[in-house]
């Protein structure tokens, strides 16, 4: 006797379409902010940019809450590692060397660069593109689910609050080192200190497993604590930036609110996962729902493409328009519309899955 088949939660579809769309604006914010070296260009520009990305930031959380939501559990770890492995690591490889020729073909680099960065990506990347770093920490949770799973499985609620509660400490530590730069045992040569072990993206995982089993049905109080989480993590996080906009050069210092691992990030995303788990489409056959699963199922692909068109979309727009305030949202619609659609056409490529996922 066969199951019966398991209602598709379209609120998560939802989820990872608005992660993919929201990782694009962020990045098309920093066009607006980031100088050479790293230096910040403190302008009416940046400005808008600390409005509008600090929202934005949650992409990457929620991205690690979906993924974690579906990783358990693990019965058979060579047949988990293949399958997770071969889906994320082909395409990342793919993308990696792609992205190093095409510095080569725009003349950035001479080929023995080239070369160098291509025998570099096991170590890390295969040229200067910052946004595949989440792709080395997604496997690192791939590598460490096997291990996380039979606790996941059996841990009771105490346990996995319990967990919780000692993440939610060690989301505070960047703020605490504002006061102390040496915490519960943290020293030059020990970083290693005593909430290393709770601390991290892990806690998104156990978070996105723990609303599952104990908050999955919907509730009115979800939607009111998560307004809440939402709106107070914002301020935060926006207002960490704004002030330090006129006091902090440069970006590793400046951005300090905009960390994952930060407390005001987290209230973001917990609130953003809360109101949108349970989003319902009564009309599964309609155009928007199959455009949404769609996009969903491309996401990987639309994340590893989206910087090469909007790098474009940038070049095309940015002498036509003014101001950031425009410029910031119209980028990121673009780019997430034309990466889509570019991620589409090459779906219908002969063996597609290892390049787009």
Same mark, same amino acid.
């Given at each position: 006797?066969?199951? !019966?088949?398991?209602?598709? *939660?379209?609120?998560?579809?939802?989820?990872?379409?608005?992660?993919?769309?929201?990782?694009?604006?962020?990045?098309?914010?920093?066009?607006?902010?980031?100088?050479?070296?790293?230096?910040?260009?403190?302008?009416?520009?940046?400005?808008?940019?600390?409005?509008?990305?600090?929202?934005?930031?949650?992409?990457?959380?929620?991205?690690?809450?979906?993924?974690?939501?579906?990783?358990?559990?693990?019965?058979?770890?060579?047949?988990?590692?293949?399958?997770?492995?071969?889906?994320?690591?082909? =395409?990342?490889?793919?993308?990696?060397?792609?992205?190093?020729?095409? +510095?080569?073909?725009?003349?950035?680099?001479?080929?023995?660069?080239?070369?160098? *960065?291509?025998?570099?990506?096991?170590?890390? +990347?295969?040229?200067?593109?910052?946004?595949?770093?989440?792709?080395?920490?997604?496997?690192?949770?791939?590598?460490?689910?096997?291990?996380?799973?039979?606790?996941?499985?059996?841990?009771?609620?105490?346990?996995?609050?319990?967990?919780?509660?000692?993440?939610?400490?060690?989301?505070?530590?960047?703020?605490?080192?504002?006061?102390?730069?040496?915490?519960?045992?943290?020293?030059?040569?020990?970083?290693? !200190?005593?909430?290393?072990?709770?601390?991290?993206?892990?806690?998104?995982?156990?978070?996105?497993?723990?609303?599952?089993? +104990?908050?999955? =049905? =919907?509730?009115?109080?979800? +939607?009111?604590?998560?307004?809440?989480?939402?709106?107070?993590?914002?301020?935060?996080?926006?207002?960490?930036?704004?002030?330090?906009?006129?006091?902090?050069?440069?970006?590793?210092?400046?951005?300090?609110?905009?960390?994952?691992?930060?407390? *005001?990030?987290?209230?973001?995303?917990?609130?953003?996962?809360?109101?949108?788990?349970?989003?319902?489409?009564?009309?599964?056959?309609?155009?928007?729902?199959?455009?949404?699963?769609?996009?969903?199922?491309?996401?990987?692909?639309?994340?590893?493409?989206?910087?090469?068109?909007?790098?474009?979309?940038?070049?095309?727009?940015?002498?036509?328009?003014?101001?950031?305030?425009?410029?910031?949202?119209?980028?990121?619609?673009?780019?997430?519309?034309?990466?889509?659609?570019?991620?589409?056409?090459?779906?219908?490529? =002969?063996?597609?899955?290892?390049?787009?996922?």
């Amino acid at each position: 006797m066969t199951k !019966p088949a398991i209602p598709r *939660n379209y609120g998560l579809d939802m989820i990872r379409v608005i992660s993919c769309y929201m990782v694009i604006q962020a990045h098309a914010g920093e066009f607006f902010f980031i100088g050479n070296g790293g230096k910040i260009t403190n302008t009416v520009d940046a400005w808008w940019v600390g409005w509008y990305n600090p929202i934005c930031i949650t992409s990457v959380p929620l991205f690690v809450m979906i993924s974690g939501f579906f990783l358990f559990p693990v019965t058979d770890i060579p047949a988990f590692l293949k399958k997770r492995f071969s889906r994320i690591l082909i =395409p990342f490889i793919f993308w990696c060397i792609f992205y190093a020729l095409y +510095y080569y073909a725009k003349g950035y680099v001479d080929l023995k660069t080239t070369l160098t *960065n291509i025998a570099n990506i096991p170590v890390n +990347y295969g040229a200067e593109v910052g946004h595949l770093w989440f792709v080395y920490m997604l496997l690192g949770i791939y590598l460490f689910a096997p291990i996380l799973s039979p606790w996941i499985e059996s841990a009771n609620r105490r346990s996995m609050e319990y967990y919780l509660a000692l993440w939610a400490v060690s989301l505070c530590i960047p703020y605490i080192h504002l006061l102390t730069p040496g915490l519960w045992g943290e020293t030059f040569w020990n970083h290693t !200190p005593m909430l290393y072990y709770f601390s991290g993206f892990l806690g998104y995982v156990v978070l996105a497993n723990y609303i599952k089993r +104990y908050h999955m =049905p =919907p509730k009115r109080w979800h +939607y009111f604590v998560g307004v809440i989480l939402i709106v107070v993590g914002y301020a935060i996080t926006t207002y960490g930036f704004i002030a330090r906009l006129q006091t902090d050069p440069y970006i590793n210092k400046l951005a300090l609110t905009w960390g994952f691992e930060t407390i *005001n990030v987290a209230m973001m995303t917990a609130g953003a996962f809360l109101m949108l788990k349970n989003i319902r489409i009564t009309k599964p056959d309609k155009p928007f729902a199959k455009l949404l699963i769609d996009i969903a199922a491309k996401s990987y692909g639309i994340y590893l493409a989206h910087i090469l068109i909007l790098n474009a979309v940038h070049s095309i727009l940015n002498p036509r328009l003014n101001s950031a305030a425009i410029k910031i949202p119209l980028m990121g619609i673009c780019a997430f519309i034309i990466t889509f659609l570019v991620v589409k056409a090459l779906s219908y490529l =002969p063996k597609s899955k290892w390049i787009v996922g």
